[in-house]
């Protein structure tokens, strides 16, 4: 198949329409497969969370492993990160929100990295205040999805260091140059604090291991963009005497604007609906988003559209068709061109409105213990 | 002059016969002139210190403009700091020593610094529990040479992050790898810990500007082979609204086998007298150390011997030479063929013993109150 290899997945760059399972391929990791799937099912009592049922999570690193531990009685944990460059998106919700779900049925224990270091090392445009306020803000928006305050730990980095750090000088030994240059393309102009960055990333996936004084297997569930991070964190873990951790992967999002993932970086607010948009500029986002409909209503009448490319069926798959009828009707509606992109772009604007006002008022509640969840002391020497 | 330009000065390695006037020239350094010395003798009151008057310390960058501010009423702070990979020797005392002079004088706050995280990285025959050990060990022996509790701060890398980290991010994203390629010599297999670290090795320089609120100049006496890591610092600091640290460079100290430098690295434990060494071996070392004595007492006596080749002289320049009239009559001694080296290394050896005795002392008070010198928390939000 002509140009199915020409796309570029990195934890920096994504570019090119991407096939995922040359992409799993070629980073050599396993397939999630329905037996697996089922698996995951039976572990968490109940349905499947829709973004394993409709195919978002389709890769992983390791997590039959980390079930067969589980059904021994050998508890995991869960650690997802973020970047804090600017608002979130609905898109960034998709790992944390695979995260608490996992938390709410199986009571693990969730540790959040908030990266305010590493943006302020990643791009140059941005200060420190910045990349310190917009973790908070960020944080609020995490623990706002229904994180259980008791079970959730915060790495904060810039306020954490002294929790992470013992563990990073450790991890930091383990690692050459050569390495990060040729899983992240750094070039010389790179500042040592990205450099150095890797170090402080893989610090959570050991982190309650050495806490705890025994074994604690890691899950993180991330875009696949972020698998060569933790391929870094894999390839040390066993001479650390800690657990390699499992990886759940996501496909990328597409942006509102028709490209391959929901990303704003440069010029592109309108690629994605930030959680702090206000309803007139989520209408206007959604009304203008990129969709997989004909050139005429007649024409989308006769032929249906193509949801796999459309931005606003990404919208119902990732998080608003609110049950699996919603979502198969929404699909069906769209392939055969009985749903229309005007009416289908009002459906889910409803959806979205309600859930923008439910997010406001968990998110104002959450400020009041947000902080407390912030860790800031080592376990003990190390 | 043939050979002149055959050695080799870096952080990280020192090789052939240095010539220290070439050595200032191709770093670009400024002498420490007779006038120069005079001003400092001048603002501390009474006597230079052996070590600027025996010419042990031969060039700085900017001391002039720091004495200036000094006399204008702007006070500034010393800077020195320990990489412990072992125990002490005599040499490692030479910057602190002229640190507690400068303290003792003016009456200014001393930074001192265990790299006990740059140690782990840069020798991968370390451990942590040896690195953070000896940190402490250290840190007892250099307190111990009379440093005021009140004025004197300590920064314990791995137990001093918090306090340390807000500023790194920011010096961090001033250094490109390609500086620290080019400055330190890495190679891609060189670990990701050592190449962040020179932004911690920049910290301390504008801590106490931070912490104050105000411009606070910063005076580091070292080695000149650590002149290009403040190279570095000093490259940055104006970017970030911090004065460049002023420094004091002294000569490499020879060592006791008659090589360019006091280095134990290797299999060269008797190229040192550790400050933990028991009487006996103190004793050894020094009777079996290279001097610049004749093939024969006859000789000797006809033709006299070589001071500046002679590793027993550098301890009388260094420490041991309570007086300028002591050292006179022992570097004159020496050269007129009067001073036998036999005899000289009695002598050398009591003073010695007394040292280690009244150090041995110190050490034992200090320990009361260490710990309460090592600063964990940061100023305020930066």
Known sequence: ??????????????????????????????ELSPELLERVRAATGGDLHPLLRRGVYYSHRDLAALLDGHAKGHPFFLYSGRGPSGPLHTSHLVPFELCRWFQERLHVPMYIQITDDEKYWARGGLTREET?????????DILALGFDPKRTHVFFDSRSIAALYPLAIRVARKIPYSTVKAVFGFEPSTNIGLVFYTALQSVPCFWPSWAEGRTVPCLIPCGIDQDPHFRVTRDIAEGLGYPKPALLHSQMIPGLLGENVMSTTGDRADNALFLNDPKAVVDRKVRNAFTGGRATVEEQRRLGATPEVCSVWALWRTRFAESEEKFREVTDGCRSGTLLCGECKSQVLERIHAFYRRHAEAREKVKEWAEST?????????
Request: aromatic fraction near 12%; charged fraction near 25%.
């Open 374 to 382: 912030i860790v800031t002391t080592a376990p003990k020497p190390l």
């Open 132 to 140: 310190a306020s917009w973790g908070l803000e960020n944080l609020y």
């Open 1 to 30: 198949m002509p140009g199915s290899e020409e796309f570029v997945v990195t934890p920096y760059e994504v570019k090119g329409r991407i096939d995922y399972e040359r992409l799993r391929e070629l980073f050599g990791t396993q």
